[in-house]
Nanobody, 124 residues
Framework: QVNLVESGGGSVQTGGSLRLSCTAS????????MGWFRQVPGKKREGVAA???????SYADSGRGRFTISKDTAKNTVYLQMNSLKPEETGMYYC??????????????????WGRGTQVTVSS
């Protein structure tokens, strides 16, 4: 497993932007795929965006066109730029990593390492 630390959460108004960061202790085979997930109390964790080792990206329909996932290999960091945020996107955002090639990229069960999360609150 790899250690993941998220940052960049906060409170914004509807339509605002945030950039989340996830720094891994190292980029190895265990971080072949990395993803961002959102969870609110009482609901299942859901995939938001994912990126693989060659930069191929996947997005949930809800965020496509407004969210951008990217990575800086030199800094062992993955980013999630979120624009035009909506109140329903409030939640705890988690970064995750996996070595699993071929596993569904936006499925939490595909991921082996998880960060502790960063809170995003979007007010109306």
């Amino acid at each position: 497993q790899v250690n993941l630390v998220e940052s960049g959460g906060g409170s914004v108004q509807t339509g605002g932007s945030l950039r989340l960061s996830c720094t891994a202790s190292e980029f190895t085979a265990a971080t072949t795929h990395m993803g961002w997930f959102r969870q609110v109390p009482g609901k299942k964790r859901e995939g938001v965006a994912a990126i693989d080792s060659v930069g191929s990206t996947s997005y949930a329909d809800s965020g496509r066109g407004r969210f951008t996932i990217s990575k800086d290999t030199a800094k062992n960091t993955v980013y999630l730029q979120m624009n035009s945020l909506k109140p329903e996107e409030t939640g705890m955002y988690y970064c995750a990593a996996t070595w699993c090639i071929g596993c569904p990229r936006l499925s939490p069960s595909s991921y082996k390492s998880w960060g502790r999360g960063t809170q995003v609150t979007v007010s109306s």
